[in-house]
């Protein structure tokens, strides 16, 4: 079944970076659009930004534009996050989630924690 | 960007009765050349991922209880459940994945 495992949140001083991973498995990954979407703490949830298979295609969320790059390797079926110049509004769990298909919808995964903070 | 519109904010509803939650978009979400309305339905715990009970508007996803029914097209879309379990207790949302960027509603918090 479709497995999505998020990895590398955690404490993070303003203006700092961090990079998060996703790995993939039970499905083709090369053929899905990934997409990071995430949740400040007692809020509602954000698309932050996707990519298309081939990597061609990168799309992001106004307010992190300029400072946070999707990237991917299909040959580990792997999703990643760069983030740069950390802000506190940037706090938030992350999910990775896979682009639904004809048969399926979103799927996501348990989500990793970004703290921006002093 | 669509706005999706959630209401209400939140619902109380006795056990066994039914619940009913709506979702507008600022603009259709119906993609004519596969005939599909990009929206979806989660439900959130405390402490937990979203989990997908409804996409394409009223596909149930594999496992969700029958009781959960989306259904609406274009811009104006309703997630019914049918009679209120004590485990529906939760805040419900919806998504339109029809473009970037995927937009949700503010949540319903759905109480008994």
């Known amino acids: 079944q479709v497995q999505l495992v998020e990895s590398g949140g955690g404490l993070v001083s303003p203006g700092g970076s961090l990079r998060l991973s996703c790995a993939a498995s039970?499905?083709?990954?090369?053929?899905?659009?990934m997409n990071w979407i995430r949740q400040a703490p007692g809020k509602g949830l954000e698309w932050v930004s996707n990519?298309?298979?081939?990597?061609?295609?990168?799309t992001y969320i106004d307010s992190v534009k300029g400072r946070f790059t999707i990237s991917r390797d299909n040959a580990k079926n792997s999703l990643y996050l760069q983030m740069n110049s950390l802000r506190g509004e940037d706090t938030a769990v992350y999910y990775c989630?896979?682009?639904?298909?004809?048969?399926?919808?979103?799927?996501w995964g348990q989500g990793t924690l970004v703290t921006v903070s002093s | 960007d669509i706005v999706m519109t959630q209401s209400p904010d939140s619902l109380a509803v006795s056990l066994g009765e039914r619940a009913t939650i709506n979702c507008k978009s600022s603009?259709?979400?119906?993609?004519?050349?596969?005939?599909?309305?990009?929206l979806a339905w989660y439900q959130q715990k405390p402490g937990q991922p979203p989990k997908l009970l409804i996409y394409?508007?009223?596909t149930r996803e594999s496992g969700v209880p029958d009781r959960f029914s989306g259904s609406g097209s274009g811009t104006d879309f309703t997630l019914t459940i049918s009679s209120l379990q004590a485990e529906d207790v939760a805040v419900y949302y919806c998504?339109?994945?029809?473009?970037?960027?995927?937009?949700f509603g503010r949540g319903t918090k759905l109480e008994i």
């Open positions: 998504q339109q994945y029809y473009g970037t960027p995927y937009t």
């Open positions: 989630a896979r682009s639904p298909s004809a048969s399926s919808g979103f799927r």
């Open positions: 990519i298309d298979g081939r990597s061609t295609y990168t």
């Open positions: 039970g499905f083709a990954f090369s053929d899905y659009y």
């Open positions: 394409w508007a009223s």
């Open positions: 603009q259709s979400v119906f993609y004519s050349s596969n005939n599909k309305d990009f």
